[in-house]
């Protein structure tokens, strides 16, 4: 997924009373903000990740119980 994609989620996310509590609370050096930024954005790119992760192997699990209803139902 593209940074420009992940920051208009992020921005999608929030709604604006939200975003402007972020804002009164942004104390700190340009660095310190750029840092918690890059923080953020790497977070939901971590997210996202776990969730397709847990959707691959829910899936995965699901396939694998109907193979083996499917053999148990075969006969002999």
Do not use: D
Not at 3 to 8: C, G, H, L, P, R
Not at 26 to 48: D, P, Y
Request: no cysteine.
């Amino acid at each position: 997924m593209k940074i420009e994609q992940i920051v208009t989620l992020i921005q999608k996310e929030l709604n604006a009373w939200r975003i402007q509590l972020r804002n009164q609370k942004q104390i700190g050096t340009k660095a310190q903000i750029a840092l918690k930024k890059q923080f953020e954005e790497s977070k939901i790119i971590k997210k996202m990740s776990v969730k397709e992760n847990k959707q691959l192997e829910k899936e995965r699990k699901f396939l694998k119980k109907q193979a083996k209803k499917r053999e148990k139902h075969r006969g002999h």
